[in-house]
Structure formats: structure tokens, C-alpha cells
């Protein structure tokens, strides 16, 4: 029998962003910083994304900019500070 972790608790309108790291990483962050991951391909970043957001894939946005995984769990410091003026683009 295969265990799966449930989802994190957030509400369904809580925006994930995607991106690549400076190392070329992949990174799925929720924009509040409750939870996000390192992945070493577009696909796994966006599978982990939909199944932390409810599968809600118009909440995904794929940055152009680095993004880097910050876990300290400050808004102000997190992927949504850095995304004014960025290019984005929704993944659904």
C-alpha cells in the first residue's frame, strides 16, 4: 500500500508561483511561503503544485525571473514581493 501525504491546508485561491532557482532548479512556492519545494524538472514543480493547491492550476503563475525557496515564512519576503513588475504567465 502506497502512503500519500495529504495536502497543506491553504485556501484554494492562494496563488503558487514556478520558476527556476539560480542553479536551474525547479521551485514551487505558494506565495505566502506555507509551502513549497525544489524539483529537477518543470512537470514535477507543476504536479507538486496542483496536488498542494487543490488541482486549481489557474492559481499556478510561471515566473520568468529567478525565484529562489525561501521557507522562512515572511510574506513580505517571499516570491509575491518579488513579482511586481515581473513577467509572468499562468500555467493553466
Not at 525571473?65 to 517571499?78: N, R, Y
Request: charged share 15%.
Amino acid at each position: 500500500m502506497k502512503l500519500v501525504e495529504p495536502p497543506s491546508c491553504s485556501s484554494p485561491s492562494a496563488i503558487v508561483f514556478i520558476g527556476r532557482n539560480r542553479r536551474g532548479n525547479w521551485v514551487a512556492q505558494e506565495q505566502n511561503g506555507l509551502y513549497g519545494g525544489l524539483f529537477v524538472n518543470r512537470a514535477q514543480a507543476v504536479k507538486y503544485a496542483l496536488f498542494e493547491n487543490g488541482h486549481h492550476p489557474e492559481t499556478i503563475v510561471e515566473l520568468a525571473l529567478e525565484i529562489e525557496l525561501d521557507m522562512g515564512g515572511t510574506p513580505a519576503s517571499g516570491p509575491a514581493s518579488q513579482v511586481a513588475g515581473a513577467t509572468a504567465r499562468h500555467v493553466a
